[in-house]
């Protein structure tokens, strides 16, 4: 028997809630993809005749409040990587280091624009051009939490380079010969 449609925009509803976009039609498995995919449980495919039962466990686990903390954390993440002040920032690190990985050198893979110091350890420092390099999502997945910067010398005189730009782009007055 399939999962009824009022369970399924129920399930629907909290993951479009916390930012997650459930990929195509009000379908079953989707549904249990966004879940598996978003709540870091384990990618399996739920056969047919339990697929009613593990949206209701979803829904069960959702009502008690015990995903509370982990959707508001999520919330926060998805508020600042979609600010207009992250996306800016990741723009101008792109420009100055290039679409290259500075931990691998690849550059033909997806770059990441990674916290040196993570959000967690130095919040201050989020927003921080001097704390942001570039890698690709492999050597993130590695790095992970560590603190490593990945810039040498080189790096550091093209970030230097971008201050005196903005230093000479925003002098309030400049000499007239
Ligand atoms: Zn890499």
């Not at 993440?77 to 002040?85: H, I, K």
Request: aromatic letters at 10%; charged letters at 30%.
């Amino acid at each position: 028997m399939p999962v009824s449609k009022k369970k399924l925009l129920k399930a629907y509803f909290i993951l479009s809630n916390i930012g997650m976009k459930v990929p195509g039609k009000l379908e079953t498995e989707p549904v249990i993809k966004a879940i598996q995919s978003e709540f870091h449980l384990p990618i399996v495919q739920v056969p047919d005749n339990e697929q009613e039962q593990y949206i209701d466990d979803f829904l069960e686990i959702y009502a008690e409040g015990s995903l509370d903390s982990y959707i508001e954390e999520r919330k926060t993440r998805v508020a600042f990587y979609t600010s207009p002040e992250w996306l800016a920032l990741k723009k101008k690190v792109v420009k100055i280091y290039g679409h290259r990985c500075l931990a691998c050198g690849c550059e033909d893979k997806e770059i990441h624009c990674d916290h040196i110091f993570s959000k967690v350890s130095r919040p201050d420092l989020a927003l921080d051009i001097r704390n942001l390099q570039t890698i690709c999502r492999d050597c993130n997945l590695l790095k992970s939490g560590k603190s490593i910067d990945y810039r040498d010398k080189e790096e550091l005189m093209l970030l230097q380079a971008y201050f005196i730009d903005e230093m000479i782009a925003n002098r309030p007055y400049k000499y007239e010969e």
